[in-house]
């Protein structure tokens, strides 16, 4: 026997190849297999896990990918990162980059066609300094969609700048505002109510017709609540320098609104009707236009109508006014010449089209363009309406266009069928008439016989004086001892007794006609007065009728020296002494008075020329501030001061000539009255000079 | 050389310990000698060998699939995969470095694999090694295998320096929790082995 525990290999070998009774394959399994069974299924488990959360592939179109590197670039919602860009690429043409996002599952159904994409990078502009962040991590794809799911969309358009308005996720409205153009505005600008920030505009496009410029305004939540249809919104661009009565004015809005423009509105007047979303809103040049818009015709329509005018339309510009009957009812859009006819008849107009507002016209709201023509052409067949040029201010000479209403101008109507618009039939520029008007006011007023009526009644006063100090004078009263008595007698004659009253009564005319020009009442005052004053001189005539040589006599010496020949006036002087002589003893001599009488209508006479010369009237209307006519009324005032001096002077001398006639005659009382009365006068002129020369403009203007 | 040239225990109708070599009447279940199990030849072993096998070639894709490590630094955040990093180090012109990492992390492990797999097709089939081949080859299995955790070894001790918070933060990835483990199951597999089978008719 062999020791068990080391068996001979011989007798064991057949032993040991017997191997137990096969087990079912499964019994034979090692429990390692779990291993790898759980290696792949965890394997799988993560591979199935990394595909299914994987997400939706979203495929966004940029114009170019800076700063966007696929497998990096996070897009974020609300600032979160719901992706990263996985591929990058280009579109079938080359003309876009295509940037393909991983988005994740669950946010996934919410990106529909509403949604807005763009990248976000470093920006410093004039409004801070937004998206800092990316300056170390890179830019990221922002985007923005709203919080209701409408399917799921996979191909959308990025934008190229980041928008500006409020998303979906912000509370607000959008409107649509219209410009004329866009040079002011850009995307982002500002939108101010009352200079608070309550909103900002999107970028500027332009509309479909091309006529305007179109941007969305978003207008934030609570301040939506200001806006009304009666809101008007202004291009609050840049700065206003604005020349007023108070001076010059800067007006600076917000520095961002001077580089990027900006935008207000203000809701002028109470009771417009709320506002939808995407209405639309004009946007006016400035702050007054658009206020005063609010007073304008809700009917905007307009008519638009051309006018052909034969003279020079110097001073018409783009936008200036038609008015009818003073009111503005539109304006003009264009200006242009054209050549009328062949040959030799060949000529130049010049044509301006007007575009009307229909609403002004006075057809109500719901006119149409073809009622206004209607009206229109009413109007010039029965009214004679007919547009003419007009200046619209005399000091920069810019023109309006006027529709007047002339009864008497040649039948005409609008032609509907001229090009481009139905034609108006015009008038004589009133431009011309009224270069004439005031030509000729201001050379009436230049031509007025001022300066001569002053030297006239000058030269009078010292042919008085010099006549009253003639030694023949003073020869006079001691020659007319008995004159006097006779003249005592006249006196005491009820006609004689009137005179001094009448010449008073001339004489406090006279002061009262200067009084009222020294108070700076109208011309009109002074005409009255010198009506009155020639009512009074009348009834003087008349109370002196009785003596009608010595008058004539008088007269004519007055004629000679209205016509300030010195000489002529000295001989004259000489003949009145004589004649003075020769009526002295005669019956003739009670006629002396009236050469105070004359003298006095010699005054007349002046003012009464001032009356004839006075289109004044006229001329005050026409031109209140013709400096010419001013200066040469000063000019002519300056010797008002003289004329007083020398009308003292007369009284002076007169004063002498009456002392010789007797102390306390009732006659030289009488006549002592008048010279102060004269005097008075007098004083008035100088004092009517002083104002004069103080303030020229005051006469004309009338204060 | 012959097979039978080779005495083996089994040939010689004992029972060879693994562990500390001493023999044994067939039928003994323990070695007495430090009490490890016995068996002739251990007739679950290739299939241990071929579990390890597949689950570690299950964990090497997602380890060469998944990034190896994921950096952030200020103004970058990138995950690099271990032929990635292979890549982008040739591409630095570090061909040493590269070729390290390519060697360690890329052929070892493959290698392993391929070694592995022919050893235990071929055990019964000495047409391509003989014997003594095949066992050399098994010693060399073994013995590289534990160097192919150099890779991970990298990763996480510069995962656990490099962490400045927000200037710069190194983390592992997927794939070297993935390449760990397909590194220790490839070892397991390779231990899986029962050389003696080599020398079995």
Same mark, same amino acid.
């Given at each position: 026997m062999t020791d068990p525990e080391i068996p001979s290999p011989q007798g064991e070998v057949p032993q040991m190849q017997v191997t137990p009774a096969r087990k079912r394959w499964w019994h034979q399994l090692s429990p390692v297999w779990l291993v790898p069974i759980v290696a792949l299924a965890a394997a799988l488990g993560v591979a199935w896990q990394s595909y299914a959360g994987r997400g939706e592939l979203v495929t966004i179109s940029f114009q170019n990918a800076s700063g966007i590197e696929a497998g990096q670039t996070p897009l974020k919602f609300r600032d979160v990162t719901i992706g990263v860009v996985e591929q990058v690429n280009f579109g079938a043409d080359l003309s876009e980059v295509l940037v393909n996002v991983r988005v994740s599952r669950d946010v996934a159904p919410f990106i529909d066609d509403g949604a807005e994409f763009w990248v976000v990078r470093p920006e410093v502009s004039v409004r801070g300094v937004t998206g800092l962040d990316t300056v170390l991590s890179g830019a990221f794809i922002a985007g923005r969609w709203d919080s209701e799911s409408s399917g799921a969309h996979s191909r959308?358009? +990025?934008? &190229?700048?980041?928008?500006?308005?409020?998303?979906?996720?912000?509370?607000?409205?959008?409107?649509?505002?219209?410009?004329?153009?866009?040079?002011?505005?850009?995307?982002?600008?500002?939108?101010?109510?009352?200079?608070?920030?309550?909103?900002?505009?999107?970028?500027?496009?332009?509309?479909?017709?091309?006529?305007?410029?179109?941007?969305?305004?978003?207008?934030?939540?609570?301040?939506? &609540?200001?806006?009304?249809?009666?809101?008007?919104?202004?291009?609050?661009?840049?700065?206003?320098?604005?020349? +007023?009565?108070?001076?010059?004015?800067?007006?600076?809005?917000?520095?961002?609104?001077?580089?990027?423009? +900006?935008?207000?509105?203000?809701?002028?007047?109470?009771?417009?009707?709320?506002?939808?979303?995407?209405?639309?809103?004009?946007?006016?040049?400035?702050?007054?236009?658009?206020?005063?818009?609010?007073?304008?015709?809700?009917?905007?329509?307009?008519?638009?109508?051309?006018?052909?005018?034969?003279?020079?339309?110097s001073g018409l510009t783009v936008g200036a006014e038609v008015r009818f009957r003073g009111l503005k009812v539109g304006e003009v859009t264009d200006l242009g010449a054209y050549v009328e006819g062949e040959g030799t008849a060949r000529r130049v107009r010049l044509r301006a089209n007007l575009e009307l507002r229909i609403g002004k016209l006075g057809l109500g709201d719901e006119a149409t363009p073809e009622q206004a023509i209607d009206l229109l052409g009413t109007f010039v067949q029965n009214n004679g309406l007919r547009a003419r040029l007009t200046t619209a201010s005399i000091l920069t000479g810019g023109l309006l266009v006027d529709l007047v209403e002339l009864p008497d101008a040649r039948p005409a109507e609008i032609r509907m069928d001229a090009e481009p618009y139905p034609e108006l039939p015009t008038s004589e520029a009133a431009l011309s008439d009224f270069a004439a008007t005031s030509q000729g006011v201001f050379e009436r007023i230049n031509a007025l016989p001022v300066e001569d009526l002053m030297e006239a009644a000058i030269d009078a006063l010292d042919s008085f004086r010099a006549l009253a100090a003639d030694p023949a004078t003073r020869r006079v009263p001691e020659a007319a001892v008995g004159l006097l008595d006779d003249t005592r007698a006249l006196v005491t004659s009820e006609d004689v007794a009137a005179i001094p009253a009448e010449v008073r009564a001339i004489a406090a005319s006279a002061r009262e006609i200067l009084d009222k020009i020294e108070e700076g009442q109208?011309?009109?005052?002074?005409?009255?007065?010198?009506?009155?004053?020639?009512?009074?001189?009348?009834?003087?005539?008349?109370?002196?009728?009785?003596?009608?040589?010595?008058?004539?006599?008088?007269?004519?010496?007055?004629?000679?020296?209205?016509?300030?020949?010195?000489?002529?006036?000295?001989?004259?002087?000489?003949?009145? =002494?004589?004649?003075?002589?020769?009526?002295?003893?005669?019956?003739?001599?009670?006629?002396?008075?009236?050469?105070?009488?004359?003298?006095?209508?010699?005054?007349?006479?002046?003012?009464?020329?001032?009356?004839?010369?006075?289109? =004044?009237?006229?001329?005050?209307?026409? =031109?209140?501030?013709?400096?010419?006519?001013?200066?040469?009324?000063?000019?002519?005032?300056?010797?008002?001061?003289?004329?007083? &001096?020398?009308?003292?002077?007369?009284?002076?001398?007169?004063? +002498?000539?009456?002392?010789?006639?007797?102390?306390?005659?009732?006659?030289?009382?009488?006549?002592?009255?008048?010279?102060?009365?004269?005097?008075?006068?007098?004083?008035?002129?100088?004092?009517?000079?002083?104002?004069?020369?103080?303030?020229?403009?005051?006469?004309?203007?009338?204060? | 050389?012959?097979?039978?040239?080779?005495?083996?225990?089994?040939?010689?109708?004992?029972?060879?310990?693994?562990?500390?070599?001493?023999?044994?009447?067939?039928?003994?279940?323990?070695?007495?000698?430090?009490?490890?199990?016995?068996?002739?030849?251990?007739?679950?072993?290739?299939?241990?060998?071929?579990?390890?096998?597949?689950?570690?070639?299950?964990?090497?894709?997602?380890?060469?699939?998944?990034?190896?490590?994921?950096?952030?630094?200020?103004?970058?955040?990138?995950?690099?995969?271990?032929?990635?990093?292979?890549?982008?180090?040739?591409?630095?012109?570090?061909?040493?470095?590269?070729?390290?990492?390519?060697?360690?992390?890329?052929?070892?492990?493959?290698?392993?694999?391929? %070694?592995?797999?022919?050893? %235990?097709?071929?055990?019964?089939?000495?047409?391509?090694?003989?014997?003594?081949?095949?066992?050399?080859?098994?010693?060399?299995?073994?013995?590289i295998g534990r160097w192919s955790m150099i890779d991970v070894f990298v990763v996480a001790i510069l995962a656990s320096l490099v962490r400045f918070d927000a200037v710069a933060t190194i983390n592992p990835g997927i794939a070297a929790i993935s390449f760990a483990l397909s590194v220790a199951f490839t070892m397991l597999s390779a231990q899986s082995f029962d050389p003696r089978a080599i020398w079995d008719e």
């Open positions: 959308f358009t +990025g934008l &190229e700048v980041p928008p500006m308005l409020g998303g979906p996720d912000q509370t607000g409205m959008v409107v649509v505002l219209r410009l004329r153009d866009g040079n002011q505005i850009s995307a982002g600008a500002p939108i101010l109510y009352r200079g608070i920030e309550v909103g900002a505009v999107g970028a500027p496009r332009l509309s479909d017709d091309g006529e305007s410029v179109l941007i969305d305004a978003f207008i934030e939540a609570p301040y939506t &609540e200001r806006l009304t249809s009666a809101s008007r919104f202004w291009d609050a661009s840049g700065f206003d320098v604005s020349i +007023g009565a108070s001076g010059v004015e800067l007006d600076v809005k917000s520095l961002a609104s001077l580089i990027e423009g +900006g935008i207000s509105f203000d809701t002028v007047v109470s009771g417009g009707d709320p506002v939808d979303p995407g209405d639309s809103f004009e946007v006016y040049p400035d702050e007054n236009t658009a206020r005063d818009s609010v007073f304008t015709s809700a009917n905007d329509a307009t008519l638009p109508v051309s006018v052909v005018f034969d003279g020079s339309v109208a011309v009109e005052n002074l005409i009255a007065a010198i009506g009155r004053a020639d009512r009074a001189l009348t009834s003087l005539e008349t109370a002196s009728e009785d003596f009608p040589a010595i008058t004539s006599e008088v007269r004519s010496i007055a004629e000679k020296v209205d016509g300030l020949a010195m000489e002529e006036l000295l001989a004259s002087a000489d003949r009145l =002494i004589d004649s003075a002589d020769a009526l002295i003893g005669t019956e003739e001599a009670r006629a002396l008075p009236a050469a105070f009488t004359g003298a006095l209508e010699e005054m007349t006479v002046f003012l009464a020329q001032i009356r004839a010369g006075g289109a =004044i009237e006229r001329a005050n209307s026409a =031109i209140s501030a013709a400096e010419a006519a001013a200066n040469s009324i000063n000019e002519a005032a300056q010797s008002l001061p003289d004329l007083s &001096e020398r009308m003292s002077g007369l009284v002076v001398s007169a004063d +002498g000539v009456i002392a010789g006639y007797g102390e306390r005659s009732r006659f030289n009382t009488e006549l002592m009255s008048v010279l102060r009365d004269i005097q008075s006068a007098a004083d008035a002129v100088t004092a009517l000079a002083r104002t004069i020369e103080r303030n020229p403009n005051s006469l004309i203007l009338g204060r | 050389m012959t097979p039978a040239a080779v005495p083996t225990a089994r040939t010689a109708g004992l029972i060879g310990c693994t562990r500390c070599g001493r023999v044994f009447a067939p039928g003994t279940e323990l070695c007495t000698r430090c009490g490890a199990p016995l068996s002739s030849r251990d007739p679950r072993a290739l299939q241990r060998v071929w579990a390890w096998w597949f689950a570690g070639l299950v964990v090497y894709i997602p380890a060469n699939i998944y990034p190896m490590l994921i950096t952030r630094t200020l103004t970058y955040s990138g995950e690099g995969t271990i032929l990635g990093g292979v890549v982008e180090l040739l591409g630095h012109g570090d061909y040493f470095v590269a070729f390290v990492i390519f060697f360690a992390s890329i052929l070892i492990p493959v290698g392993k694999f391929m %070694a592995i797999a022919f050893l %235990a097709l071929s055990i019964r089939n000495h047409r391509f090694l003989d014997e003594h081949a095949q066992h050399r080859l098994h010693a060399v299995v073994e013995f």
